[in-house]
C-alpha cells in the first residue's frame, strides 16, 4: 500500500509546479465539479508525473525518462523532464490525437508512435527503457504516481469542506487517479463513498475489480481515448481500488458525448472524453447519490472533435 508519509510529501513537492483548479458547485443538481481542464497541460497527470519524477535520484533523471502515454500522462513527464534537464522519450500509438501528440513534442519529448493501442506502446516503452537502461516513468503503476494523484483531495477538501461527506466519482482507466484518491480520502475518520467510472469500450478495470480477469475484454475506439488499454499485469493499482472503491460503473459512447456537450453548453468547459466519464454517470442517472464530486480529468481534445459533438447536441 502507499505510505500516507508519501500522500503527505507529494503535496508539498509538486505545489509550486501545479495550478490549483477550480471547483464549482451546481447548486440545481447538488454537485461540485473539480475542473482539471484547467491544470498546467490540462489534465490532472501532471500530478503524478511531476511527483515521481522529483523523486528520483539525480543519476536516474541523467538516464533518461521514458513513459507510455495515450497523451496526457507524456505531456506530464516531459514537462517533468524539462523542469529537471532530462531527455524524455513517450511511447504513442499512432492513433493518439494529433492535440495530444503535438502538445508532448512541444514541451520537447521524443514522441515515438506505434501500431496498435496504448497497450502496444506500453510494451514499447518498457522494452526501451529496459534497453537503455533509462527510467521508466508509469503513467499508473507506480506508488509516486498514485500519491502524486491523491494530492487533488486535500484540493478538493480545502476548497469546499462539504466534499469529504458528498460520494465522489473519478474516472479510472489504469487506476492511478482513482487509487490516489482512495488512498487520501481513507485517511478521512468517516470515509466517504467511491465511485469508479470508465468506458464500455475499454473496461478492463471493471474486469479486474469484479472478475480478476481483463482477457477476452476489446479495446475498441473511443471518446475516452486516454481511458484505453489493458491494465499492466500485477499492477499495484487493483489492489487499492479494491480496498478503496465502492463500485465501477460502465459509460457508452453516446453518454459521454453527451457529457462533453452538456460541459460546455451548461458551464462553458471544453472538456475530453475521458474526463467527461464521471459527468455522464450523473446525467445518465447511472450515480444517484447526492451531494456528489465529479472530478473532471482533463480537456485536451481534438477541436473539431469538440466542435462537432456539440453541434450533434447543441438542440
Partial sequence: MIPEAWLAEARGRIEKHIHHTPLTYDAARNLYIKWENHQVTGSFKARGALNKVLTLLDWEQEMGL??????????????????????????????????????????????????????????????????????????????????????????????????????????????????????????????????????????????????????GIEDLPSLADGLAGAVENGSITVPLIKKYVDEIILISEGEIGRAIAFAWYEYHEKIEGSAAVGLAAILSGRVEARPAVVVISGGNIQPEIHAEICGRYEA
Fill in 66 to 215: 521514458v513513459t507510455a502515454s495515450a497523451g496526457n500522462h507524456g505531456q506530464g513527464v516531459a514537462l517533468a523532464g524539462r523542469l529537471v534537464g532530462a531527455p524524455v522519450t513517450v511511447f504513442a500509438s499512432k492513433d493518439a490525437p494529433a492535440v495530444k501528440l503535438n502538445a508532448m513534442r512541444e514541451l520537447g519529448a521524443n514522441v515515438q508512435l506505434v501500431d496498435g493501442g496504448y497497450h502496444d506502446a506500453e510494451e514499447a516503452g518498457l522494452v526501451f527503457a529496459r534497453r537503455n537502461q533509462a527510467s521508466w516513468v508509469s503513467p499508473y503503476n507506480d506508488g509516486h504516481i498514485i500519491a502524486g494523484q491523491s494530492t487533488i483531495v486535500q484540493e478538493i477538501i480545502d476548497q469546499q469542506s462539504e466534499t469529504k461527506d458528498a460520494a465522489w466519482i473519478v474516472p479510472v482507466s489504469g487506476g492511478g487517479l482513482l487509487a490516489g484518491i482512495g488512498a487520501a480520502l481513507a485517511q478521512l475518520n468517516n470515509p466517504p463513498r467511491l465511485i469508479g467510472v470508465q468506458a464500455e469500450s475499454a473496461a478492463f478495470m471493471h474486469g479486474l475489480f469484479y472478475r480478476d480477469i481483463q482477457e
